[in-house]
């Protein structure tokens, strides 16, 4: 028995030189895997950050894009008249509108 605790104390003081390492390392797993910011949570965020930036910028140039049709109509009354007959199939009396759409 008195051997035993002589390994034991033993071992015990190679751990003591190394227990800051072991400290440390146990921290870093702790914090890597299990903290509420770890590593795979942190890369999952950043891919939602980054797919939601793309849907920003696509959002924006759908804006864009409105906001010049929009100008376009505002400003030609011919425009204005193509687009609600082309959209709405509104006409003028006695009248037929035919609209052609190219498959491609």
């Known amino acids: 028995m008195k051997r035993f605790w002589i390994k ?26 299990f903290d509420e910011d770890n ?34 109509l505002k400003t030609n009354n011919a425009n204005l008249e193509k687009f609600a007959r082309e959209t709405y199939g509104m006409k003028r009396e006695n009248e037929d509108v035919y609209i052609i759409k190219e498959e491609k």
């Open 8 to 33: 034991l104390k033993a071992s015990l003081t190679h751990v003591q030189h190394y227990k800051y390492w072991i400290v440390g390392i146990f921290f870093f797993l702790l914090m890597s895997f």
């Open 39 to 72: 590593f795979v949570k942190r890369i999952e965020n950043a891919r939602e950050i980054h797919r939601l930036e793309q849907e920003i910028e696509t959002y924006n140039k759908t804006i864009q894009s409105n906001q010049e049709k929009i100008n376009e």
